[in-house]
């Protein structure tokens, strides 16, 4: 079964500091797609970004950057420049494929981040 | 992206009731899901709601409690019947929306149910 383990259950900076959010998952498939979730304090989850097992190319999109490392399981997130506005729980999550498309996601416990201004 | 919306948006309700939570997407999406989110823990898979057929649930939620409709392509309904106050939760609904290496899951902004 698959598995998703945030250990940072929260992290506090002073903003402007980089911050890197960890991500280890454990799955037996070798198709796999890894998600990143932002939940603010008002409480809709947002999408973040979408992996592929099959593409380890690292992403950035602004302040934000994304380190998949299939050869340790990990896909680590990092804010660059924090801001108070990224003050949030970040959720990692695994959704391994069945029947062709990916199928329900298992999170993992999520990341309390706090940034200080 | 789909915009997926919700109702009721919160709720209170008695134990030994039942409520019926509503999902409309705005496009017709191939899957949708149903997850609940324990007060300040992680979101947890209840079930797979298909069109045309019955739900597929996880391990530990049974259509007896949970039962979940999906009559067309772009709305769902889960029912959570004779609660009990450990059902006081935060249920999501969600779509998966695109296909392959495109396809991805967006979430509605949940029902907040507390039961007394």
Redesign the interface.
């Known amino acids: 079964a698959q598995k998703v383990t945030q250990a940072q259950t929260e992290i506090s900076v002073v903003e402007k500091e980089d911050v890197t959010l960890d991500c280890v998952y454990e799955t037996r498939d070798t198709t796999y797609y890894l998600f990143w979730y932002k939940q603010p304090p008002s409480g809709e989850l947002v999408f973040l970004i979408r992996r592929n097992s099959f593409d380890e190319q690292n992403e950035i999109s602004g302040r934000y950057s994304w380190n998949f490392q299939k050869s340790t399981s990990s896909f680590n997130f990092t804010i660059t420049a924090s801001q108070v506005v990224d003050s949030a729980v970040y959720f990692c999550a695994l959704s391994e494929a069945r029947g062709g498309g990916a199928d329900g996601l298992t999170f993992g416990k999520g990341t309390h981040l706090i940034i200080q201004p | 992206?789909a915009v997926i919306s919700q109702k009721p948006s919160r709720d209170i309700c008695q134990r030994g009731t039942s409520l019926t939570i509503q999902c409309q997407v705005d496009s017709q999406v191939?899957?949708m899901?149903w997850?609940r989110q324990q007060p300040g823990?992680?979101?947890?898979?209840i079930a797979?709601a298909n069109q045309g057929s019955e739900a597929t649930y996880?391990s530990g939620f049974v259509i007896d409690k949970f039962p979940i409709s999906r009559p067309n392509l772009t709305f769902s309904t889960l029912t959570v019947s004779n609660m009990s106050p450990e059902d006081s939760s935060?249920y999501?609904c969600?779509a998966?929306e695109g296909?392959g290496?495109g396809?991805?899951?967006?979430?509605g902004?949940?029902t907040?149910l507390l039961v007394l």
């Open positions: 992206s191939t899957m899901f997850y823990q992680s979101l947890t898979l797979t996880e935060i999501l969600s998966k296909s290496a396809e991805t899951q967006y979430f902004p949940g907040r």
